[in-house]
């Protein structure tokens, strides 16, 4: 009988990157303060021209709320508590950058704002315009395919457990469970 070897793993063996990130929508009075990638000066931008939430990669030994936090502010402007964060669950993205070996796992949170935050977004940050946009017209927007997934989680509060393989800009296949039901 032979015995088969073990398989390297290739987050193990530097084959593959782990990114981990945030995503973050924050919401006041039914509107969503989303980001459109536009920023001029910014070539290479993997989002161009797509609608986000806030958020970005995680900083070395930061925890994700405060990375939450802290992207916020630096996309936005908007100044949260870390106590106003709603988190979600987390989504995963296999190979999201295959150009770069890079699986990417995003903590996805909402946060509601008070009228004074609301009031203290910015209308362009370093990353493109904001707009606050009502949750309505969120699927008329050029999001990434796989956002029309989520997002209708996000604005209902449903946390959840996701996994959405990409090929190129198309989704490829979809894993999600609804937490806590």
């Not at 032979?2 to 084959?15: C, G, M, V």
């Not at 981990?20 to 161009?48: C, I, Q, T």
């Not at 903590?107 to 904001?130: C, I, V, Y």
């Amino acid at each position: 009988m032979s015995q088969s070897l073990p398989r390297s793993n290739p987050f193990e063996t530097s084959q593959r990157k782990l990114i981990p990130a945030v995503l973050v929508y924050l919401f006041y009075r039914g509107k969503v303060l989303m980001v459109h990638r536009n920023a001029e000066g910014r070539s290479g931008d993997y989002h161009a021209g797509k609608w986000n939430g806030l958020g970005g990669k995680l900083e070395a030994d930061e925890s994700a709320l405060g990375a939450a936090v802290r992207e916020v502010a630096e996309e936005s402007g908007v100044s949260l508590e870390a106590a106003q964060l709603c988190a979600l669950g987390t989504l995963h993205f296999p190979l999201f950058k295959p150009q770069r070996s890079e699986d990417w796992l995003a903590f996805l949170f909402r946060a509601e704002l008070t009228p004074e935050q609301a009031q203290a977004a910015w209308k362009k940050g370093p990353e493109g315009d904001l707009h606050w946009v009502s949750q309505e017209d969120l699927n008329s927007l050029n999001l990434w395919a796989g956002d029309r997934y989520f997002i209708p989680k996000v604005v209902s509060s449903t946390p959840v457990l996701g996994t959405l393989w990409y090929r190129g800009q198309d989704v490829e296949r979809v894993e999600f469970v609804e937490l806590g039901r």
